[in-house]
Structure formats: structure tokens, C-alpha cells
């Protein structure tokens, strides 16, 4: 069993940057691809970032590619996205994610086996 605790979320001005973390617990956390979801009101979660286990290759959402950064910690179990320049349209809950072992990473939300509880991010206009 995974545990995901994100933090790091909230209120930030257009043009800002906030870092989100997301702490594992449980095993194997080096051997699992990670990623980040978010979900804005009224709209379906979607993918933002997420970062393979085994190089720590990234991939990015077309919307944050540039302003956003996957990172992972292993020694630490923790995951990170670090987001600059901000604008409104990022506002959403922000969800970490753990595939199973050995699985490469993905877009889609159904390879992914763990969740988090989720932290807001608000950016104001």
C-alpha cells in the first residue's frame, strides 16, 4: 500500500511560483513512475506532469511545458512540481500520483494505482 500527501498549495499572483510536494509513504517508491493531475471547477482532471522510475525521464501537458518542472527525491520519497509564471487558467486541485512497480510513465489516470487527497492551487488575476 502507497500513501500520497501532497503540499505546497495556495494562493499566488499571475506571473508567480509556487513548489507542490508530495510525500510517499509505503514501498517501493523508487520503482514507480509518478504524476501530476489537476482538476478545475467544473472541468475533468487532467494530466499536467509525470516522471519515469528507472532515468527519471519527465513529460509535460502542452499547457505547462516550459513553465512547469517534474522532480523526484528518491531518498526522500517525495515528488515535486515546481510552477512558474502562473496564470489564472492553473487554478485547479492539484493531485499527486503513483503507478504501480515497474510501470513506465503515463498520461492517462487509469495507470495510475495510488492518489493523493489532492492540494489547491489559486492564482489571482
Known amino acids: 500500500q502507497v500513501q500520497l500527501v501532497e503540499s505546497g498549495g495556495g494562493l499566488v499572483q499571475v506571473g508567480g511560483s509556487l513548489r507542490l510536494s508530495c510525500a510517499a509513504s509505503?514501498?517501493?517508491?523508487?520503482?514507480?513512475?509518478m504524476g501530476w493531475f489537476r482538476q478545475a471547477p467544473g472541468k475533468e482532471r487532467e494530466f499536467v506532469a509525470a516522471?519515469?522510475?528507472?532515468?527519471?525521464?519527465?513529460y509535460y501537458a502542452d499547457s505547462v511545458k516550459g513553465r512547469f518542472t517534474i522532480s523526484r527525491d528518491n531518498a526522500k520519497n517525495t515528488v515535486y512540481l515546481e510552477m512558474n509564471s502562473l496564470k489564472p487558467e492553473d487554478t485547479a486541485v492539484y493531485y499527486c500520483?503513483?503507478?504501480?512497480?515497474?510501470?513506465?510513465?503515463?498520461?492517462?489516470?487509469?495507470?495510475?494505482?495510488?492518489w493523493g487527497q489532492g492540494t489547491q492551487v489559486t492564482v489571482s488575476a
Open positions: 500520483a503513483a503507478t504501480s512497480r515497474n510501470r513506465s510513465y503515463s498520461t492517462k489516470e487509469s495507470d495510475y494505482t495510488y
Open positions: 509505503g514501498r517501493a517508491f523508487s520503482s514507480r513512475a
Open positions: 516522471i519515469g522510475w528507472s532515468i527519471g525521464t519527465t
